[in-house]
């Protein structure tokens, strides 16, 4: 009997998803019908990633860059990670942990709303026990605040700063580093997303926008690490 080929490791794809407002401009529809669709494709595209060997997905849902963005759809995304954080039984159903990663609610210059906040932190508690796939949400991020956060606080406990020690500050120091980056909508830029932890990851740049990349976009990505 020739022994079963040995299990790999669990994958950790990171995912700009991008392309809202065009999708819905070529429909012709309002940006912030673009925004709903795209938060249904990211909890359609959760079910799909349970079925292939991914152990981590961080999706960029709202950057410390896009408070600029007219008020009507910054309130309109606000409320979609409320209801994104609210799918907790869904969650619950594909054994899938959420977590949340951007500007510390308590420090001085995050803007992440306090009935966000409440959907965030009731989330993470109602998941905690799951032990599949771990989703995170990274909502008011930008790498240069989480990369700042992090050598000051590695300065603080350790004194020299060191590739270890920053690492070990980061928002969530337990994240693996990323395999495969993915950006939607054809645009050919990081937007300040994990510059740390994508140091060595491939990046998968497509011209589908989020609320089309499906099964098939994943899995072209995915070949990119697991040809
Ligand atoms: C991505 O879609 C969602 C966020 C940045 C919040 P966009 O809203 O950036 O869509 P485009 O780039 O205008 O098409
Ligand atoms: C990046 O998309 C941020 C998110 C997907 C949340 P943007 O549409 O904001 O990025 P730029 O401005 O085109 O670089
Ligand atoms: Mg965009």
């Known amino acids: 009997m020739t022994d079963p080929a040995p299990a790999r490791p669990p994958v950790h794809v990171a995912a700009i998803m991008d392309g809202n407002g065009r999708w819905a401009r070529r429909r012709n529809l309002p940006r912030t019908e673009g925004h709903t669709e795209g938060e249904e494709n990211l909890a ?8 292939r060997d991914i152990g981590w997905l961080t999706v960029f ?10 008020r009507t759809e910054v309130r309109h995304i606000l409320g979609l990670h409320r209801k994104l954080f609210g799918r907790v ?5 594909l ?41 995170t949400v990274a909502f008011d ?11 000051r606080h590695a300065a603080r406990s350790e004194g020299a700063v060191t590739p270890a020690s920053l690492g070990a500050h980061l928002y969530l120091p337990e994240l ?12 050919l830029r990081i937007s300040n997303f994990m ?5 060595g990851a491939e990046i998968y740049f497509t011209d589908c926008a989020w609320p089309d990349f499906d099964a098939g976009e994943l899995d072209a990505a995915l070949a990119l690490v697991r040809p």
């Not at 849902?61 to 007219?70: A, D, I, K, L, M």
């Not at 009935?115 to 599949?132: E, F, L």
């Not at 693996?176 to 645009?187: A, K, M, N």
């Not at 510059?195 to 140091?199: H, I, R, V, Y």
Request: net charge positive; glycine share 6%.
């Open 195 to 199: 510059l740390w932890q994508s140091a």
């Open 44 to 51: 359609r595209l959760v079910r799909v990633a349970v079925t």
């Open 176 to 187: 693996p580093p990323v395999d495969v980056l993915v950006r939607t909508s054809g645009e």
């Open 141 to 151: 991020y930008g790498s240069h605040a989480e990369m700042v956060w992090a050598a």
């Open 61 to 70: 849902g709202f950057s410390t860059e896009n408070w600029v963005r007219p």
């Open 95 to 135: 054994n899938v942990r959420i977590q949340w990663m951007g500007r510390p609610f308590d420090s001085p210059d995050a803007r992440t709303p306090k009935y966000v906040q409440r959907a965030i932190r009731k989330a993470i508690a109602d998941t905690a026990q799951n032990t599949g796939m771990v989703l």
């Open 89 to 93: 039984a869904e969650l619950n159903d």
